[in-house]
């Protein structure tokens, strides 16, 4: 297909040209009985029952399936990656040239795009996302992002560390007028939290639309550092390029196993409506505190708020115990704060905090 092939020609000249480091287990697990003598792994154990000499399957095919399936993916459209983190360094080095491409992102977001794109040479477009009269930075410039000349778009919905969720037309009127151009990265991490449906859906008729999903929050596995890049079938082969051999652990991929039962689906759904529930009783408490100004509506699992001393309130809280995360220095955010919505209970401790602040 012709907008296929044009995503393929956005890529590097020297990823597309590259053979890729073949691993030992590069071909698929090995077959039952066999003897393993092709990669210089130790034939013991370091404990009884352990699998740990033997290195891991660099794609673990049912952890694949499983995603897939639970994000209505198919499987060759999904890399597994360690975090997002990973999926966002791998598209910044498999379709930035340095000190030639750029990429584009939407102040204030999350902080690794800018990291990712500078750690590879790449430019760095800032075009902040707008507020309208109905929400607070919801809306993206699409008109600069179109003309930015951007490689890779990064959006973030529900955006960290606003919460607010960037409106689904909006991303796919983008998508069309970039088609052929350049990728429009939907990253995902706190869309279990949202009312919004994932993009995953839209992967089908919109070619350059690349979505990030993570286990590690909603799913409560930030400890295993699993994520998901997904994307058509020839960008995830090209961002399979460069991938580490190996990157997700024996250990990092049985927990991961083990939670993605369907028992382990119920109670990740039963998490997200409780953190939900929570989100809602601590906007309305936060909103009635004088210690607090504004409270940002959040689609995620964390609040936005501002305060008349963001960095004096992050400090002192930091004393009696309670770690925020102070967001000044972000396109503006001045003396806003970012809250987690933890248990009921650290909620409480919280807010028995600020009120105790005028
Ligand atoms: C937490 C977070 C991530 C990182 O997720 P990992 O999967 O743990 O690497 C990615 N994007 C956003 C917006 C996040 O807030």
């Not at 092939?5 to 053979?19: F, G, K, S, V, W």
Request: glycine share 6%.
């Amino acid at each position: 297909m012709m907008d296929v092939a044009a995503l393929t020609a956005l890529a590097r000249p020297e990823i597309r040209a590259l053979e890729p480091y073949a691993s030992a287990r590069a071909a698929g697990p090995p077959p039952a009985g066999a003897v393993l003598l092709n990669a210089n792994e130790l034939p013991w154990p370091p404990a009884p029952g352990s699998e740990l000499n033997r290195y891991p399957a660099p794609q673990p095919v049912t952890i694949r399936r499983r995603l897939a399936e639970i994000y209505g993916a198919g499987e060759d459209s999904l890399l597994l990656t360690r975090g997002s983190d990973e999926g966002i360094d791998l598209l910044v080095r498999v379709f930035c040239t340095a000190y030639r491409d750029r990429v584009a992102i939407c102040p204030p977001c999350f902080g690794m795009y800018e990291i990712a794109a500078r750690i590879q040479g790449a430019g760095v477009e800032r075009l902040p996302l707008v507020s309208s009269h109905d929400a607070a930075l919801a809306g993206i410039d699409r008109p600069g992002l179109a003309a930015s000349g951007a490689r890779l778009i990064f959006l973030c919905s529900p955006n960290n560390p606003t919460g607010a969720v960037i409106p689904r037309a909006e991303i796919l009127a983008l998508a069309a007028a970039l088609a052929g151009r350049a990728l429009v990265v939907v990253d995902e991490a706190y869309i279990e939290f949202a009312r919004a449906p994932s993009l995953v859906a839209d992967l089908a008729a919109v070619p350059n639309l690349v979505v990030l999903r993570t286990l590690s929050k909603a799913w409560g596995l930030a400890g295993a550092r699993l994520g998901a890049l997904i994307a058509r079938p020839e960008v995830v082969a090209l961002a399979a390029r460069i991938i580490a051999p190996y990157p997700i652990s024996r250990p990092a991929a049985d927990s991961v196993c083990a939670a993605l039962t369907p028992a382990g689906v119920r109670r990740m759904q039963r998490n997200v409506i409780r953190i939900r529930r929570e989100r809602a009783r601590l906007h309305e408490a936060l909103g009635r505190l004088p210690a607090v100004e504004a409270v940002f509506p959040s689609e995620a699992n964390f609040l936005l708020i501002q305060c008349r001393a963001g960095k004096r309130l992050a400090a002192a809280a930091r004393q009696a115990g309670i770690l925020l995360r102070e967001q000044s220095a972000q396109t503006g955010l001045a003396d806003c704060v970012r809250i987690t919505i933890g248990t009921k209970r650290e909620n409480d401790r919280l807010l028995a905090f600020l009120e105790g602040r005028q």
